[in-house]
């Protein structure tokens, strides 16, 4: 019997652990366990680990280790940036800026902050999702104290003018946060000629253990703790510290950059082959984000006339793994508020599925996905209502 054949288009959502990274991460678990924060030999053990992964993640991003704060991932480091922010400054002003395809981690942090009294602006972006820097000089006032953009958009691949826009806010006296969570790892990374003063990442985005993250907080930025009731990461955020994890998304950070060029190169390749092949043999397609600033291992495609989630489904029977939007909605029916912020039409958002490719796809995944796809799309739309009524023909129910 044939084995299933099964291939992962979904490396923005999660990616496979590095098997050097889980083979430096497995002595932190078993021979070197100690509490990092303990005194004796087993807690300095542990404490050195932390300490030599925090210089390393430092060093990768251009940062100070004292600048580093290690979290659960980039949900958390998202919401300490955003919430702590506004509740430090809120005697300042209690403004906000955010743009309107941020990643869920803002978008309920924000409305959480307005049911609090604060308010935000949502930046509206163009047809290919981008921020413009004269939306933003509009928006800011003088009690602005945080504006956030993502480096790094996760559905739709598109990379923001993050310099020049935290170049802007910090004109007017606000702060700037960048959720880097799909950039670190794919793209070249540094808080510095960023210009940022605040950064979140998470260690499952490139190749290293999922619930484990980091927060850059500038020094002289002082956002309110998140997590109190411990003395971890300089009483800043409260809660036994997750040694093998930290040793693993330090480890998975250094082989990620420095395989950086070779891996972007390769995964474009792969995206760029496919998105040429969708484009030129399935009709009714939209390419969604800028070809240009965009992730390399994006593609991101609304197929007309039909559901995203029946397309989804439908390459999950044939061993194709892919996503309908961000892993974080992926429960909800509604159509992309990233796609909707786009211009791009109710019905047409809700046929939009993500692909994202990684290092050990090959070619020929590639080309077994176009062909099922193809055969796929074909059959949804026989049997779509709006297919039907497009062709000037009659649907049979």
Known sequence: MNKKKKIYLDHSATTP?????????????????????????????????VDTARRKIAELLGAKPTEIYFTSGGT????WAIKGTACAKKDKGKHIIVS???????????????????????????AAALVSPDDLKAALRDDTVLVSVMLANNEVGTIQPIK????????????????????VGSIPVNVNELGVDMLSLSAHKFYGPKGVGALYIKSGV??????????????????TTNVPCVVGM????????????KNAAYVASLRDRFVARVEKEIPFVHYNGDRVHRLPQNANFSFEFI???????????????????????????DPSHVLLAMGIPHAVAHGSIRFTFGKDNTQEDVDYT???????????????????EFKGGVHNV
């Open 222 to 239: 002082k956002p309110e703790k998140f997590m109190i009731g411990g003395h971890q990461e300089r009483t800043m955020r409260g809660g």
């Open 307 to 333: 559901e995203g989630e029946s397309l989804l489904l439908n390459l999950d029977l044939v061993g194709i793994a892919c996503s309908s939007g961000s892993a974080c909605s992926s429960g909800s029916l």
């Open 17 to 49: 652990l590095d098997k050097e990274v889980l083979e430096t991460m497995l002595p932190y678990f078993t021979d070197t366990f100690g509490n990092a924060n303990s005194i004796h030999a087993f807690g300095s053990e542990a404490a050195l680990a």
């Open 164 to 183: 020049e826009l935290a170049q802007i806010a910090h004109a007017r006296g606000a702060l700037f946060h960048t959720d880097a969570v799909q950039a």
């Open 250 to 261: 330090a480890k998975a950070m250094e082989l990620a950059i420095m395989n950086l060029k």
């Open 100 to 126: 309107g395809i941020e990643h869920a981690a803002m978008m309920a942090s924000c409305g959480q902050l307005e049911k609090q009294g604060f308010e935000v602006t949502y930046l509206p972006v163009s």
């Open 370 to 388: 176009v062909d099922k796809l193809k055969e796929i799309v074909e059959k949804l739309r026989v049997i779509s209502p709006l297919f039907a």
């Open 76 to 79: 958390e480091a998202d919401n």
